[in-house]
């Protein structure tokens, strides 16, 4: 799964964080708690921000961070 996000994400043009993630063996789940964690640190931990930049609700984001 984490390969089919990577190739689309070479289309976008942002392929660095999934082939990093690739390359350190992560699962879907671990790739998705570090990107959250890095818009939070993009938005100075802003935990409100961060989940709109998401395009998710706080609860969900509170959640997926487990």
Not at 2 to 25: M, Y
Not at 39 to 63: E, F, P, S
Request: no cysteine; proline share 0%.
């Amino acid at each position: 799964m984490l390969e089919d996000l990577a190739q689309a994400s070479r289309i976008a043009g942002n392929d660095h964080f999934l082939n990093d993630a690739l390359a350190r063996g992560w699962t879907l789940e671990d790739a998705e708690r570090a990107y959250i964690r890095h818009v939070l640190d993009a938005t100075g931990g802003n935990k409100i921000q961060a989940a709109r930049t998401l395009g998710v609700d706080r609860d969900t984001l509170y959640r997926k961070l487990g």
